[in-house]
């Protein structure tokens, strides 16, 4: 998230028009779950003119003077008690607030995370043309799951530069 620069999500014309015959909200929000809350509150304005709300989940016990720059920026902070997260718990009570379509994106150790707390219906792969040596991680970083979790490829999109983007939905 810090790498890729998000922000506020913006949206073309075309999309706000596909987002109001679905019946959703002009713009997404963006949820970030996040231990350190060490955030630049530039996240809180999208790129380029309007744009979602952000919210930022974290754990408690920080000062407010590390959460203050953030809530004064228009972002909605909600401190988790303790040092950890319960996702099973966060997802929950997201959906409860009317955010039923979480799309979520994080590294490996999050993955691991989301289908260790078993909230993952529906998984996004993108393989792309490239091969780059050395030492990487794979799609899950952490603890060994305590069971296997089966998917099943839903759809796939073939792009003109070679990258195939696929999506499995989770065997129930």
Sequence with gaps: M??????????????LEIRQQEGLAPYPMLVIITASADLDPAIA???????????????????GDDLEPLRAAGITVLEAAGNGLDLAMI???????GLPRLLC?????????LLAAGVVDEMALTLAPVVMGGQGLRSTSGAALPAPTGFQLHHALYAEDGALFTSYRRIV
């Design 2 to 15: 810090r790498f890729e620069g998000y922000r506020a999500v913006d949206l073309e014309p075309w999309q």
């Design 45 to 63: 304005t999208p790129a380029e003119g309007a744009g979602g709300t952000v919210m930022i989940i974290t754990t408690g016990g920080k000062s």
């Design 91 to 97: 997802i929950d009570q997201l959906a409860g607030t």
């Design 105 to 113: 994106e994080g590294g490996p150790q999050l993955h691991n995370d």
